[in-house]
């Protein structure tokens, strides 16, 4: 596969797409993420939603967030999530599906980013060096 530029409005609904397809563990980093159970069609909360089925068909989920209510909630949903202690700013936006597709760039899980803002993430099918991402991911885990 080629990997793919993500402008903006093409990020939900093309990795939301990716998450149902996940047969067995996505790791998440995100530096902002939210919730929007008031508003089920927000395209954040069909994303969310598309991670909680992903749960309830055995893919393994582990997520590092910044917000303790996105980490409750996940944890009250399986997914194994935690937020990170650090002396500066977790900025990173990364996702590893099945341990071979990287997700990586500017988009976080808001609306303004889903929807508004000027955003540019890429899909990388089968990097290279995709025990770098496992690296970085593993080390902000511990």
């Known amino acids: 596969m080629t ?3 993500l402008i903006g409005k093409q990020f939900p609904e093309r990795v939301t ?10 790791k998440i980093v995100v530096y902002d993420w939210r919730w929007y159970s008031n ?14 089925r992903a749960v309830k068909r055995g893919v393994k989920v582990e997520a590092i967030a910044n917000n303790d209510a ?15 202690f650090t002396s500066g700013i977790m900025h990173a936006k990364l996702m590893i599906i099945d341990d ?23 899909i990388l ?10 690296n970085f991911f593993k080390t902000l885990w511990q």
């Open 125 to 134: 099918f089968e990097p290279d060096n995709i025990e770098g991402y496992f």
């Open 3 to 5: 990997n793919e530029i």
């Open 17 to 26: 797409n990716l998450i149902h397809l996940a047969k067995s563990s996505i």
């Open 39 to 52: 508003d089920p069609g927000n395209a954040v909360q069909v994303f969310n939603q598309a991670i909680l």
């Open 70 to 84: 996105i980490v409750s909630i996940l944890k009250e949903n399986g997914v194994f999530a935690k937020k990170i």
């Open 100 to 122: 071979d597709t990287v997700i990586i760039g500017s988009h976080n899980y808001t609306h303004n980013a889903f929807v508004l803002n000027q955003e540019l993430s890429v």
